[in-house]
C-alpha cells in the first residue's frame, strides 16, 4: 500500500492555513518571529544607521544632522549622542512617544532647543543636554516634563537663566550646570520649595559666580544644602563664605570633602586666589568657624534662641530664620523677636519654625556667626506623657487582674475534713445536680474524723474499690453501717469544682 501521510502534520498545517506539497519545508518559524518582534510591525522598522535592541535605540556616533525620522512609537531609550544635532525643532518627534523616559542628546553642537520640543514626550525622565552650545534657558523650556528627574545641563554656555525654565518640574531630583557661564544663579527658585520641592542636587560648579547669598543658602532645606556644588568659582574671600565651607567640613560633606582644592576665593582688593578653608585666622579677615547648637522643643512652647558670641564689643548682631528672614530690629514681628541682649525669642512653636537659625554678629575685628538647629516635636509637652501614663495604668491593672484570677483559680483553699469537729449528715443522692460548675465552695463529701485530708482529685474522680478506678460510673458504696457508713463518694460524671484542681490544706 501507498504510504499516507502523518495526520497530525496534515492537520497542523490545515489548521494554520498553509498548504504545500509533501515533503516540502515550510518556513512557519521566521514568519512568526518576524511578526511577533515590534521591528517587524509596520512603521517599526530600525531608522538607518542605528542600532536597535528590544526598545531601545541606539544612534551614537552615527554623524546624523537631524533626528531619525520615522521613529518607533515604543522607543523607551533614544540615544542621540556624539552627532551634528544643532537645533531640536518642535517636529523632530511628530507623533507622541509614550514609552520614551530617556532622551540622551550630548555633544551634538546643540544650541537651540524650542520650548514646544518636549510636547510630545511628557513621560521623559532623564534628559542628557551636556556638552552643546545652549546659551540660555528660555521662558518655561522645560515646563512640559513634570515626570523628569535628572536634568544634565553642564559644559554648556550657559549665561542666562530664566526665572520660570525649572517651573512644572515637580520631581526633578538632580540637576547638574557645572562648567558653563552663570553670573548669578536665582536662588529664590528653591526658597519656598514649591518650584523644585523634591530637588536633592545642584551643581553649580565651575561658573563665573563671584558671591554667594550665604542667608539664602542656610534658607535650602538640609539634604539640598548639603550637596550643593560650588567649587571652581572665582568667589570673593568673607566670613560667612568660610563659616558655610568649614561647616560642610565638619559635617563631612562630598561636596567640600572631595573638593577641597578647588574651593578658592580671591581675597579682598586683589587677584590672590587662597583656599577658602584657609581662611581662618588669616588677614585681612582673620574669620572663626561657626558654632553650632541643637534644642529641642514641642508645639506651642516658648523658646529663647541665645547669641553666645565670644566677641567683645560686638557692634551689631541679627538672625536668619530658616525661611531666609532677617530680624534686624528689637520686638520684632509675627513670632519671633529680637531681645536687648541678642537673643531671639520664639513664641508658640509651629512644625514650620523647625529648621536651622543663624545669629551674625560684627564685632570691631572680628566677624563670628553661630549656628542653631531647632527641632520642634509634633506633638504637645503634656500630650504624650498623659497618654503614656494611662496606658501604663491599663498595662499595670491588667496584670494584676490577672494575677488575682490565677490565684482564685489555683490557691483555694478546700474544706478539709480534718477542720471539721462534728460530721455532717450526709447529703442527698441528687447534690451533684445542685453543685454549680462555677462554685467557688463546692459541696464536698464530709470525711471521718481524724482521716488525713484528701484533695478532690484523689477522692471524687471515680476511684473504685481497692484504689482502683472503676470507669462504670457510680462506685459502689462500703459495706459498712452507721454514720461512717453512710459517707457518699460524688458521682464522677457530675463536676463539683473547677477551680480547685491543686487546693491548699489550712
Known amino acids: 500500500p501507498r504510504p499516507q501521510r502523518p495526520r497530525d502534520a496534515v492537520g497542523q498545517n490545515a489548521a494554520m492555513g498553509v498548504t504545500g506539497r509533501p515533503g516540502t519545508p515550510l518556513p512557519l518559524m521566521p514568519l512568526l518571529l518576524a511578526l511577533l518582534s515590534p521591528w517587524g510591525c509596520a512603521g517599526g522598522s530600525c531608522p538607518p544607521r542605528c542600532v536597535c535592541a528590544s526598545n531601545i535605540l541606539s544612534c551614537s556616533q552615527a554623524v546624523l544632522s537631524s533626528v531619525p525620522a520615522p521613529l518607533p512609537r515604543f522607543t523607551a531609550v533614544l540615544d542621540l549622542s556624539h552627532n551634528n544635532v544643532s537645533r531640536l525643532r518642535a517636529d523632530w518627534a511628530p507623533g507622541r512617544l509614550a514609552h520614551l523616559h530617556a532622551l540622551l542628546l550630548s555633544h551634538n553642537g546643540l544650541s537651540f532647543v524650542s520650548t514646544e520640543a518636549f510636547v510630545h514626550v511628557p513621560h521623559l525622565r532623564h534628559l542628557d543636554l551636556s556638552s552643546n552650545r545652549l546659551r540660555a534657558l528660555e521662558e518655561n523650556l522645560f515646563s512640559d516634563l513634570a515626570e523628569l528627574e535628572v536634568l544634565l545641563l553642564y559644559n554648556n554656555e550657559i549665561s542666562a537663566v530664566d526665572r520660570t525654565a525649572f517651573d512644572n518640574l515637580g520631581r526633578l531630583r538632580k540637576l547638574y550646570l557645572g562648567q558653563n557661564r552663570i553670573a548669578r544663579f536665582p536662588l529664590e527658585l528653591l526658597r519656598d520649595g514649591s518650584r523644585l520641592p523634591q530637588l536633592a542636587l545642584l551643581d553649580l560648579s565651575a561658573n563665573r559666580l563671584r558671591s554667594l547669598p550665604v542667608g539664602e543658602l542656610q534658607a535650602l532645606p538640609a539634604w539640598l544644602r548639603d550637596r550643593l556644588y560650588l567649587h571652581g568659582n572665582p568667589l570673593a574671600c568673607d566670613c560667612p563664605l568660610f563659616q558655610l565651607v568649614a561647616r560642610g567640613r565638619r559635617r563631612r560633606l562630598s561636596a567640600v570633602m572631595d573638593f577641597q582644592e578647588e574651593l578658592q576665593c580671591l581675597l579682598p582688593g586683589t587677584a590672590v586666589s587662597v583656599g577658602i578653608l584657609a581662611l581662618a585666622g588669616r588677614q585681612p579677615l582673620n574669620c572663626s568657624e561657626a558654632r553650632e547648637a541643637v534644642l529641642e522643643a514641642h508645639l506651642g512652647d516658648s523658646v529663647t534662641l541665645s547669641c553666645d558670641t565670644r566677641l567683645r564689643g560686638a557692634r551689631s548682631r541679627h538672625w536668619v530664620t530658616p525661611g531666609g528672614e532677617q530680624v534686624l530690629e528689637e520686638g520684632g514681628n509675627g513670632s519671633a523677636a529680637l531681645l536687648a541682649n541678642g537673643s531671639l525669642q520664639l513664641r508658640e512653636l509651629r512644625p514650620e519654625d523647625a529648621g536651622t537659625y543663624a545669629c551674625w554678629v560684627a564685632g570691631p575685628l572680628l566677624n563670628e556667626t553661630l549656628y542653631v538647629e531647632l527641632l520642634v516635636h509634633n506633638f504637645t509637652l503634656h500630650g504624650p506623657h498623659d497618654t503614656l501614663n494611662t496606658a501604663y495604668t491599663t498595662l499595670v491593672g491588667c496584670i494584676l487582674s490577672v494575677v488575682l484570677v490565677l490565684i482564685y483559680l489555683y490557691l483555694t483553699p478546700c474544706r478539709c475534713c480534718c477542720c471539721r469537729g462534728t460530721d455532717k449528715p450526709p447529703a442527698p443522692r441528687d447534690d451533684s445536680i445542685n453543685s454549680s460548675v462555677l462554685s467557688a465552695t463546692p459541696n ?63
Open 444 to 506: 464536698h463529701a464530709v470525711g471521718v474524723p481524724g482521716e488525713p485530708c484528701r484533695s478532690r482529685s484523689a477522692s471524687t474522680v471515680g476511684a473504685g474499690q481497692n484504689g482502683r478506678f472503676k470507669a462504670g460510673g457510680t462506685p459502689q458504696p462500703p459495706p459498712r453501717h452507721g454514720p461512717k457508713a453512710q459517707r457518699k463518694v460524688s458521682d464522677p460524671d457530675s463536676v463539683s469544682s473547677v477551680f480547685s484542681d491543686t487546693p491548699i490544706v489550712v
